[in-house]
């Protein structure tokens, strides 16, 4: 069987373009975006691209017009490590390796349209959106909180830690949608842990939310996640900068503070109290910018570090808990250890309609940069502390020595940001940029009327298959992303199915990496085993298993097809055989249902259970063809060739019905 010559064809014939027939219905398929290394996929990661293949190959036998857009995350730190010690210059040497692997595995790709960084018109759409989604608001560059390790940045949001340190950084700000992407996890067809998983994201606590009554007549709500320390809350500080913090301060008294928090004192006493729900004591209100939160509760009573801090200060300290480690000065809670008090607070509170609980969320922006040696990947120039876009020199483009450039004519203020976009954005927004860069093609914003007709025509998407170390990346961040633009434009659902395909392991069950000295040859096997064989092995697995990338089993599917070749080669004038109808009917029932294990469980077992005692007719052997085609497309492909002497593909034939 001559594999190259096949998926040659398959290309020269633009079989999996959308410009083959655009009066058809759309269908959408979308498959993780392999990460670059240096020969392919040699960690094994094939599951979810090949079972976007499948399904986009059956949507297409279906008489679909079918986007399936694919491409490589090349610009990640380890691509360029890998173009710096085999070339020294940025080419396409490892888009290629990935590029002729997937070709050889079957994979209907538009080679026209991969979503490869290297393309200027691709990084032009990209860097068009996060433009996009910056003026809009939804992006921020300000100063946060980060964690530096290994000269990245690291999203550490609420992490206590000796090294935190401001940055500047850019934020993707999740605020105004986490209930609708929450929502969206939780009807997700996966299993539950990875939706827990998912919506782990934001460290979400229920909290018990109290109001506090102020001396100046305000309430103040307040969430606590540990209520039973209310007693012992000796003083509290709101901080200007993240809420309206006028109504607890006395007119008068207003610019003076100001001007102290300018000057850099750490906090002023407004004059104004809290009534304390619990025990009615008056707690003290300052205003500080010390700590980086609307509201801090200091309980010194409890806490070591608000200890030290109020009594170098000469704050009052209110002990709550005795030497036996039970609560004192805490009213109906005197006596309880904490675990009990917690729970009879809450019970008490809601009782007596003094408090509700409610979900907080602590983490609402995803960390968008990443510091590397790399430069600016993203057009952005800072200035003096405020930032500028260079929207009008789109594309931001690469030069040999992997570092970004502009036009040496263009004239812009400011320099370079340090730091590079972190995958979060660029892999998150692909689903969205594949149908932009596939079919909107100029380079149009991505809150257009343009882009809003071209999203309500291909979304949903038919199948979503990622990657389970990638569901952040993969799942987490479409969904976040598809949330925030139907802030502004009216769009479908995202998806209808996904699937989320586990590791893959060797045969002695350990992880496929560098480290452990057993990445896989794919070019080699590929010399001597068919793709098909590999392809059944990669899918015949429920998802949620992991895939054990046994080179023994998939010898044996090997000499699977070869004997199926030979069957097939042989036919029969009788009549149409029954059992080719059934087995038809229930893989297309199957795959309706987006059943891929099951389906290619069917075929294996169709094959070896009962095929081969069949007598069939040159009507049965087509439409067996037709229905393995989509799991098994060389050989497949290569029999219609052989016994019809075919003038197209079998893919233009169809679904036998």
């Known amino acids: 069987m001559n594999y190259d010559e096949l998926y040659k064809s398959w290309q020269e014939s633009n079989l999996f373009s959308l410009d083959r027939d655009r009066l058809k219905k759309k269908k959408y398929v979308y498959s993780s975006i392999p990460y670059a290394n240096t020969y392919g996929f040699q960690t094994g990661r094939i599951r979810p691209i090949l079972a976007g293949d499948l399904m986009s190959r059956y949507l297409r036998m279906q008489n679909y017009n079918v986007l399936y857009p694919l491409g490589f995350n090349t610009l990640c730190n380890s691509s360029f490590l890998e173009a710096r010690k085999m070339k020294n210059k940025l080419d396409d040497t490892i888009t290629n390796y990935f590029k002729g692997q997937m070709l050889k595995l079957g994979v209907g790709i538009d080679e026209g349209k991969l979503m490869d960084m290297r393309h200027d018109e691709y990084l032009s759409n990209l860097q068009e959106s996060f433009i996009e989604f910056y003026e809009n608001g939804f992006i921020e560059y300000k100063t946060v909180n980060v964690y530096k390790e290994n000269n990245k940045i690291y999203d550490s949001h609420f992490r206590k830690s000796d090294d935190l340190v401001p940055q500047k950084a850019f934020v993707l700000k999740l605020d105004k949608v986490i209930?609708?992407?929450?929502?969206?996890?939780?009807?997700?067809?996966?299993?539950?842990?990875?939706?827990?998983?998912?919506?782990?994201?934001?460290?979400?606590?229920?909290?018990?939310?109290?109001?506090?009554?102020?001396?100046?007549?305000?309430?103040?709500?307040?969430?606590?996640?540990?209520?039973?320390?209310?007693?012992?809350?000796?003083?509290?500080?709101?901080?200007?900068?993240?809420?309206?913090?006028?109504?607890?301060?006395?007119?008068?008294?207003?610019?003076?503070?100001?001007?102290?928090?300018?000057?850099?004192?750490?906090?002023?006493?407004?004059?104004?109290?809290?009534?304390?729900?619990?025990?009615?004591?008056?707690?003290?209100?300052?205003?500080?910018?010390?700590?980086?939160?609307?509201?801090?509760?200091?309980?010194?009573?409890?806490?070591?570090?608000?200890?030290?801090?109020?009594?170098?200060?000469?704050?009052?300290?209110?002990?709550?808990?005795?030497?036996?480690?039970?609560?004192?000065?805490s009213d109906f809670l005197n006596g309880l250890e904490l675990k009990e008090a917690n729970q009879r607070i809450i019970d008490t509170f809601l009782e007596y309609g003094i408090a509700r609980t409610k979900t907080f969320y602590e983490h609402d922006e995803v960390l968008l940069s990443q510091l590397d040696n790399f430069g600016a990947l993203f057009p952005f120039l800072d200035d003096r502390g405020k930032l500028y876009s260079i929207k009008n020199f789109l594309p931001f483009k690469f030069s040999q020595q992997f570092r970004p450039i502009l036009d040496p004519d263009i004239d812009v203020p400011g320099v370079p940001i340090p730091g590079s976009m972190n995958s979060l954005f660029s892999v998150g927004m692909a689903p969205f940029i594949g149908i932009m860069y596939d079919e909107v093609q100029d380079n149009e914003p991505i809150f257009s009327e343009v882009v809003d007709d071209e999203f309500n025509t291909f979304f949903p998407i038919e199948e979503l298959s990622v990657d389970s170390d990638n569901i952040y990346q993969e799942l987490f961040m479409p969904i976040a992303i598809h949330n925030i633009i139907k802030l502004k434009m009216n769009i479908p659902p995202l998806f209808k199915s996904v699937k989320v395909y586990s590791r893959t392991l060797d045969i002695k069950r350990n992880e496929i990496v560098k480290s452990n000295v057993n990445l896989i040859d794919f070019d080699s096997i590929l010399e001597t085993i068919s793709p098909d064989a590999i392809r059944i092995s990669a899918l015949y697995e429920k998802s949620s298993d992991e895939y054990i990338f046994d080179k023994y089993q998939i010898e044996d599917l090997n000499k699977m097809i070869i004997s199926l070749y030979e069957f097939l080669n042989n036919s029969e004038d009788i009549e149409n055989n029954p059992l080719i109808n059934n087995f038809t009917n229930k893989a297309m029932k199957l795959l309706d249902e987006n059943k891929i294990e099951e389906y290619v469980k069917l075929v294996v077992s169709f094959i070896n259970e009962t095929l081969f005692t069949l007598k069939l007719n040159e009507d049965d052997i087509l439409t067996f063809l037709r229905v393995i085609h989509p799991l098994m497309p060389f050989i497949s492909e290569d029999l219609y060739n052989e016994i019809y002497n075919r003038k197209y593909s079998i893919l233009t034939l169809g679904w036998p019905y």
Do not use: C
């Not at 320390?229 to 006028?246: A, C, H, Y």
């Open 179 to 329: 209930d609708n992407i929450i929502s969206d996890i939780l009807n997700l067809n996966i299993d539950i842990t990875i939706k827990k998983e998912l919506i782990s994201f934001f460290e979400p606590k229920d909290l018990l939310e109290l109001k506090f009554m102020s001396s100046t007549g305000y309430e103040l709500p307040i969430m606590m996640e540990n209520p039973e320390l209310l007693g012992g809350i000796s003083f509290v500080f709101l901080n200007p900068d993240l809420m309206d913090v006028e109504k607890f301060i006395d007119k008068n008294e207003i610019s003076d503070i100001n001007l102290a928090l300018n000057d850099d004192i750490l906090y002023q006493y407004t004059g104004n109290t809290l009534k304390n729900p619990l025990t009615g004591l008056d707690i003290p209100i300052f205003i500080s910018k010390i700590y980086n939160k609307d509201i801090y509760l200091g309980i010194p009573g409890f806490d070591n570090e608000d200890r030290a801090f109020s009594e170098s200060e000469g704050f009052e300290v209110i002990e709550i808990l005795d030497e036996n480690k039970k609560l004192i000065n």
